[in-house]
């Protein structure tokens, strides 16, 4: 024996040190900053790029591997070449999973439980709970938001670069014009377009997606290649108004609902900027280090040409049409290749999850957050660690109907749960109603449940009956008790709802006629 090590090892070592002496920069630099970390748990590792990017009121059949009627090649190959989600959750609208999204915590624990934050509330997602982007930033990233923000911006201590992006191109209300980028008060209207704390005027005429597409690639192309990425596109499509370049909506010229053809425009749009970040992440040479998301923020609304069919209900409502996401992981970094991954998920999993991908030494438990680590899920195939997703709870929503008798929670109250493969709707989720998309001559057809519209209490196998077209309810009690149990648990977790009266200071006209802080 030897104490001298073989020499396949002496060469194994003198390799290694000529691969790092020509390592390009950037990549070795990532190296280092990882060493640098030093947390114990993943060292050597390089820390990814993580590109998520969100569309807006995006319903589950808008998607081309959805079977939509709707065409887009870009983001079918990208889930296609990654793991596409089919058991992901999202909330019905848009401030709660964007809050759930940077917060990583129920709406029931930042308190924004009802509805969305409006602008002239002053609201906000509570200082209290950092952002994901603040904690990628400690963790050694540039972080950059383009896009929608809607978590609040009376104060400026509310505003997207004062909670840990160091870039902000974007808007901070939920709507607006895609060309003017004004959002009307009072009947007139106020710019809402900033690139950080000014207001930006030179964008007037140009489509919010190419802007921000655009604006997006131009964040890649400047990137500092010695640090991680962290990019939030939050693109404004495709919800409403229903504008679109004429181009765009020429592709359906066979669809002839007018709302449903010019949506199917705008998605087009978005398919095609997706199709360019990705491109320009290529040519950066960052794609074989990036994990890209894409999710879709709620379910479509009919009414502005989204569909969600076959599932029940859309935008707004408890049912899966509000909430079941379209979602799915691609880059470099992504192990599994053309999987279709049936685990439960929540977008406040993504919190921890990119956490864990930046390798962050935060200490994750005193966080308090809702969302698990869902990283060995997608990229391990492994089972999700979450079995209890809690949908909502919503106090200020009107009551509906009588109380039921024999159970513990109050069944007249907004709410929704899932445990396992179940799922229990209590109090008013909103229309229930399945809306077939409009055809290549005919208007959508909407179907309606036969249903006292005072019930209260509906109980759903999703696994086997994802459409919710059978109410087991009556026939399964004990079911129904053991979930009603578990919202009578969480609701004792609940803090106090803020939803504060609008405040007639916040008019833009007051502050050089564009939104902004006003506190
Ligand atoms: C607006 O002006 C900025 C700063 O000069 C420039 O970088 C940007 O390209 C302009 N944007 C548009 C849409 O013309
Ligand atoms: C994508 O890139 C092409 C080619 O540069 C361009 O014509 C198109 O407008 C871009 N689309 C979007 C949505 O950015
Ligand atoms: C992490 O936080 C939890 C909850 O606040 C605390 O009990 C625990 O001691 C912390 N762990 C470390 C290593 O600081
Ligand atoms: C939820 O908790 C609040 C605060 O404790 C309580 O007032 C309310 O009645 C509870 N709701 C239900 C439906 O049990």
Request: with cysteine; proline share 7%; hydrophobic share 30%.
């Amino acid at each position: 024996m030897t104490s001298l090590p073989p020499i396949s090892q002496w060469l194994a070592a003198l390799l290694l040190v000529v691969v790092v002496s020509v390592l390009p920069d950037h990549v070795y630099g990532n190296f280092v900053h990882r060493w640098s970390q030093n947390d114990g748990s993943r060292s050597g590792e390089q820390q990814p790029n993580i590109v998520f990017v969100l569309a807006d009121d995006y319903g589950y059949n808008d998607i081309g591997y959805h079977g939509s009627q709707i065409k887009t090649p870009n983001l079918d190959m990208l889930a296609q070449s990654g793991v596409t989600l089919e058991n992901y959750y999202v909330q019905p609208i848009c401030t709660p999973t964007r809050s759930q999204l940077m917060s990583g915590r129920y709406q029931i624990h930042t308190g924004l439980q009802h509805k969305i934050i409006s602008p002239d509330q002053p609201n906000g997602l509570p200082l209290d709970s950092p952002t994901i982007a603040s904690q990628l930033q400690k963790a050694g990233y540039s972080t950059h938001m383009v896009g929608k923000w809607h978590l609040g911006f009376y104060k400026e201590d509310y505003l997207p670069w004062r909670r840990g992006f160091d870039t902000f191109f974007g808007y901070l209300n939920g709507d607006e014009d895609y060309y003017s980028h004004k959002r009307g008060y009072k009947g007139k209207p106020y710019l809402d377009l900033h690139e950080e704390g000014r207001p930006v005027r030179n964008a007037t005429g140009h489509y919010s997606t190419h802007l921000f597409t655009d604006k997006a690639i131009d964040l890649i192309k400047r990137h500092d290649p010695s640090k991680p990425m962290f990019l939030y596109l939050a693109y404004q499509a495709v919800h409403g108004p229903l504008e679109v370049p004429k181009q765009y909506e020429e592709q359906y010229k066979h669809i002839k609902d007018k709302k449903r053809r010019i949506f199917a425009g705008m998605v087009s749009a978005l398919d095609q900027g997706v199709g360019n970040l990705t491109r320009a992440l290529k040519q950066a040479n960052m794609w074989k280090n990036t994990v890209l998301i894409f999710s879709t923020d709620n379910g479509g609304k009919p009414e502005v040409g989204g569909n969600n069919y076959p599932l029940r209900g859309e935008k707004k409502t408890l049912w899966e049409g509000g909430m079941h996401g379209v979602g799915f992981v691609a880059g470099g970094r992504l192990r599994p290749q053309g999987q279709v991954n049936r685990e439960l998920m929540h977008v406040s999993d993504w919190y921890p999850t990119m956490l864990r991908l930046a390798g962050s030494k935060v200490n994750v438990s005193s966080l308090a957050l809702d969302g698990v680590d869902q990283w060995d899920t997608i990229n391990g195939g492994a089972s999700s660690p979450r079995q209890t997703l809690l949908h909502n709870i919503d106090p200020l929503w009107p009551a509906r109907g009588k109380r039921h008798p024999h159970y513990a929670w109050d069944t007249r109250v907004r709410a929704s749960l899932r445990s396992g493969d179940y799922k229990v709707i209590t109090g008013d989720p909103g229309p229930g109603r399945w809306t077939k998309p409009p055809g290549e001559d005919a208007t959508g057809q909407q179907f309606y449940a036969n249903e006292d519209s005072h019930k209260n209490l509906w109980l759903f196998n999703i696994a086997e009956d994802p459409t919710e077209h059978h109410d087991l309810s009556a026939e399964k009690p004990e079911v129904v008790e053991e979930l009603l149990n578990l919202l009578v648990q969480f609701n004792r977790t609940a803090v106090p709802v803020r939803y504060p009266k609008p405040d007639p200071n916040c008019n833009p006209g007051l502050h050089g006629g564009v939104w902004g802080s006003w506190q």
